[in-house]
């Protein structure tokens, strides 16, 4: 599901860049196949998540990622300072749940204002208008939150191991999520 | 609390929408100012940063010099003709300074065209009776435009030579390009290679895909920018 929507979400970003970038749009051409590709696969985007919304286990992430406690804002202090303690976290850290809040809300606008401007009869010209500076500038803001993701990621072999199979090994879960564990004993066990 | 951020963003996105008149005007012209003093160009990559952006619509466009340009005009006319780079040359210029304005939005001032008057070409050619409108075409092998007679002989349409003083460039659709000042930027069709002259008008690359023919800037297209011409 991550795995779909990424590829989702790089498509769209490398489609932009096409549509965007000058030099890209030099080398590429094709206007009108790459902005087909570019609105097709923003209106995918979504469909990943709510799909995953039949599964137990997502829903229960997703309630982990919704619900901030008080030891979040500890890490969040923590991590601004670049400092690298004290950094309590339970499955997901304090940054991970803000990222996942942000990019959600973020990819919501971009689907409404994309649609807005893909079917231009729905809307009046000062609402269009609006919606294409929206839609630009925060464009520029989702490539590079999401080029960060993309940068935590690489520098963070296990939890990448953990996305494509599924396990993480203890050592790492105890040092970089320690509150993990007491979160699974006020959460009911799912199928994860 | 996550909840919140998504809905934070999502009120964000409509205030954004709601106030964009307002706050791109402001942006424009200071990115505007930034962009004359950027040695970096990387405020042209900014939203509304000013500047032109390449638009085509095939893969690859094959390049023609001076050698082996050729302009043809033909259809409904007395005495149809062939042009060389060198011909065009040749022929009285006329330059003029307009802003130039995308239908996606962007808008690049006070921007100088310079060429022969596409009324010299057409009055050479002999425009026969039944004639009514005047079909482009251009050697990427795709695109297409249109206009009437009378758009076409108005004295702001020019076969473009020459674009900021310097030869038409290649990405700009050089060594010959349309200029067709009070209209959408789509309707200068680029890398111009025939002129044909029609008894009505025939929709151009775009046209089929939803644009309108009749595309005066600030009067078609459901937008309302500041008429170029």
């Given at each position: 599901m991550h795995r779909t929507t990424a590829w989702l979400m790089g498509a769209c970003v490398v489609t932009a860049a096409v549509l965007y970038v000058p030099q890209f749009a030099e080398a590429v051409g094709r206007r009108e196949l790459?902005?087909?590709?570019h609105e097709i696969c923003g209106a995918l985007l979504p469909v990943p998540v709510l799909l995953g919304l039949a599964s137990r286990a997502f829903r229960a992430d997703l309630g982990r990622l919704n619900r901030f406690h008080p030891y979040d804002r500890t890490w969040l202090r923590t991590a601004l300072r670049r400092e690298r303690e004290p950094r309590p976290s339970g499955k997901f850290n304090a940054g991970q749940k803000v990222y996942a809040g942000w990019i959600a809300g973020a990819a919501l606008v971009m689907l409404g204002t994309g649609l807005l401007m893909w079917f231009t009869h729905l809307a009046p010209i000062?609402?269009?208008?609006?919606?294409t500076f929206v839609h630009d500038w925060l464009s520029l803001a989702v490539g590079i939150v999401v080029a960060g993701h993309v940068w935590m990621a690489i520098g963070d072999p296990v939890a990448r191991r953990g996305m494509r199979?599924?396990?993480v090994d203890r050592p790492w879960a105890e040092r970089e999520h320690p509150l993990w564990e007491p979160e699974l004993d006020d959460a009911p066990r799912g199928d994860e | 609390m996550g909840r919140r951020l998504v809905l934070g963003m999502l009120g964000l996105g409509v205030a954004g929408v709601a106030t964009?008149?307002?706050?791109?005007?402001?942006?424009?012209?200071?990115l505007?100012?930034?962009a004359d003093k950027d040695p970096t160009g990387l405020t042209g990559l900014l939203p509304n940063g000013g500047g032109f952006r390449y638009y085509s619509v095939t893969s690859s466009v094959p390049d023609r010099s001076a050698a082996d340009y050729r302009l043809t005009v033909d259809g409904l006319v007395t005495r149809p003709a062939t042009y060389t780079l060198d011909a065009l040359r040749a022929l009285p210029q006329t330059r003029l300074v307009r802003d130039v304005q995308c239908v996606t939005g962007w808008r690049v001032p006070g921007t100088?065209?310079?060429g022969v008057q596409l009324s010299r070409l057409l009055d050479a050619a002999g425009v026969r009776p039944g004639a009514g409108a005047v079909r482009f075409t251009s050697f990427d092998g795709a695109y297409s435009e249109s206009l009437t007679l009378e758009q076409a002989r108005r004295d702001d349409v020019l076969i473009a030579l020459s674009m900021q003083d310097k030869p038409v460039s290649h990405a700009h659709g050089g060594p010959v390009r349309l200029y067709v000042a009070p209209m959408y930027f789509y309707k200068s069709a680029k890398w111009l290679s025939g002129?044909?002259?029609?008894?009505?008008?025939?929709?151009?690359?775009?046209?089929?895909r939803g644009y309108d023919i009749d595309a005066w800037v600030g009067r078609s297209n459901g937008r309302?920018?500041?008429p170029t011409s």
């Amino acid at each position: 599901m991550h795995r779909t929507t990424a590829w989702l979400m790089g498509a769209c970003v490398v489609t932009a860049a096409v549509l965007y970038v000058p030099q890209f749009a030099e080398a590429v051409g094709r206007r009108e196949l790459v902005v087909r590709v570019h609105e097709i696969c923003g209106a995918l985007l979504p469909v990943p998540v709510l799909l995953g919304l039949a599964s137990r286990a997502f829903r229960a992430d997703l309630g982990r990622l919704n619900r901030f406690h008080p030891y979040d804002r500890t890490w969040l202090r923590t991590a601004l300072r670049r400092e690298r303690e004290p950094r309590p976290s339970g499955k997901f850290n304090a940054g991970q749940k803000v990222y996942a809040g942000w990019i959600a809300g973020a990819a919501l606008v971009m689907l409404g204002t994309g649609l807005l401007m893909w079917f231009t009869h729905l809307a009046p010209i000062e609402v269009r208008i609006g919606s294409t500076f929206v839609h630009d500038w925060l464009s520029l803001a989702v490539g590079i939150v999401v080029a960060g993701h993309v940068w935590m990621a690489i520098g963070d072999p296990v939890a990448r191991r953990g996305m494509r199979t599924g396990s993480v090994d203890r050592p790492w879960a105890e040092r970089e999520h320690p509150l993990w564990e007491p979160e699974l004993d006020d959460a009911p066990r799912g199928d994860e | 609390m996550g909840r919140r951020l998504v809905l934070g963003m999502l009120g964000l996105g409509v205030a954004g929408v709601a106030t964009a008149r307002y706050v791109q005007g402001g942006l424009e012209s200071f990115l505007g100012a930034a962009a004359d003093k950027d040695p970096t160009g990387l405020t042209g990559l900014l939203p509304n940063g000013g500047g032109f952006r390449y638009y085509s619509v095939t893969s690859s466009v094959p390049d023609r010099s001076a050698a082996d340009y050729r302009l043809t005009v033909d259809g409904l006319v007395t005495r149809p003709a062939t042009y060389t780079l060198d011909a065009l040359r040749a022929l009285p210029q006329t330059r003029l300074v307009r802003d130039v304005q995308c239908v996606t939005g962007w808008r690049v001032p006070g921007t100088p065209f310079a060429g022969v008057q596409l009324s010299r070409l057409l009055d050479a050619a002999g425009v026969r009776p039944g004639a009514g409108a005047v079909r482009f075409t251009s050697f990427d092998g795709a695109y297409s435009e249109s206009l009437t007679l009378e758009q076409a002989r108005r004295d702001d349409v020019l076969i473009a030579l020459s674009m900021q003083d310097k030869p038409v460039s290649h990405a700009h659709g050089g060594p010959v390009r349309l200029y067709v000042a009070p209209m959408y930027f789509y309707k200068s069709a680029k890398w111009l290679s025939g002129i044909t002259v029609t008894q009505k008008v025939e929709r151009g690359f775009w046209e089929e895909r939803g644009y309108d023919i009749d595309a005066w800037v600030g009067r078609s297209n459901g937008r309302e920018d500041h008429p170029t011409s």
